[in-house]
């Protein structure tokens, strides 16, 4: 699961910095760094943690948010050690119940424990070129990767895809309140035109498929719904799909 930082092309002093304090530590970027967590959970702990790369991406960025600890980047892309899983690691069995005793902590008593009893990183210094209209173009165009990114996620994780696709919505508002309303209004728009579809092959069905009944007959409720719901979850995912690939 780890990777070494080997095809880092240096192109100022900040970078170089940044690419000589993690190059020597085992380092992960952020679906690696979820599939070790999840492993390393289950090994220690002997508890399925099945933690997903939205959850970690909102612990670390509520951690930033606050100003008690800081990721690694290298040109733009957050970059995960073994403190961070530490801290992953602590943040996750205090929100266990049954590695509490039933007792779940909330997050504000977890970013205070961290401040005060864990090694965290400082807020790097930032650079003249971090703060140019060129890096708020950069930061737009890392927020999209990093939603492509969570997407695939969803894909292999196969959540629920309404409220998954619910969550990515609401993280994208923040950078573009706009590009999400659209955005749900076009998923809205797929699950309608794709139930539609869903009725017009269920009615494309014999008599004897749809119906049951030697004298009055009755449609198949049951079996119309179950043919629907797979129909339009088969239909969606291969849009969701084509759109993470494009």
């Known amino acids: 699961m780890s990777i070494e930082i080997k095809d880092v092309v240096v192109i100022n002093e900040g970078e170089e910095k940044a690419a000589s304090e993690?190059?020597?530590l085992q380092t992960w970027k952020i679906t690696e760094f979820t599939e070790v967590?999840?492993?390393?959970?289950?090994?220690?702990?002997?508890?399925?943690l099945?933690?997903?790369?939205n959850t970690i991406n909102n612990y670390f960025r509520k951690l930033e948010d606050d100003g008690i600890h800081y990721l690694n980047r290298i040109s733009g892309t957050k970059i995960y050690d073994p403190m961070d899983l530490d801290i992953a690691e602590f943040i996750s069995i205090k929100r266990s119940k049954k590695l509490n005793k039933g007792i779940t902590w909330q997050l504000p008593q977890i970013f205070d424990a961290i401040r005060r009893d864990l090694p965290c990183r400082s807020k790097p210094d930032t650079t003249d070129e971090e703060t140019s209209s060129g890096s708020d173009y950069t930061q737009i165009e890392k927020q999209i990767d990093d939603l492509k990114e969570s997407m695939q996620e969803f894909i292999r994780q196969e959540i629920s895809r309404k409220d998954d696709i619910n969550q990515k919505l609401l993280e994208m508002k923040h950078a573009n309140e706009k590009q999400v309303?659209?955005?749900?209004?076009?998923?809205?728009?797929?699950?309608s035109e794709f139930r539609s579809q869903?009725?017009?092959?269920?009615?494309k069905k014999s008599s004897s498929e749809r119906f049951e009944g030697l004298i009055f007959k009755r449609?198949?409720?049951k079996e119309r719904e179950q043919f629907i719901d797979e129909?339009?979850?088969?239909?969606?995912?291969?849009?969701?799909?084509?759109q993470t690939n494009s």
């Open 22 to 24: 993690v190059e020597y």
């Open 37 to 48: 967590m999840n492993e390393t959970f289950k090994q220690k702990y002997d508890e399925e």
């Open 181 to 191: 309303n659209r955005s749900m209004v076009e998923v809205m728009q797929k699950q």
């Open 231 to 242: 129909f339009v979850e088969k239909k969606f995912m291969e849009w969701i799909i084509e």
């Open 50 to 53: 099945n933690i997903t790369v």
């Open 198 to 203: 869903a009725r017009t092959e269920w009615d």
């Open 219 to 221: 449609e198949k409720i």
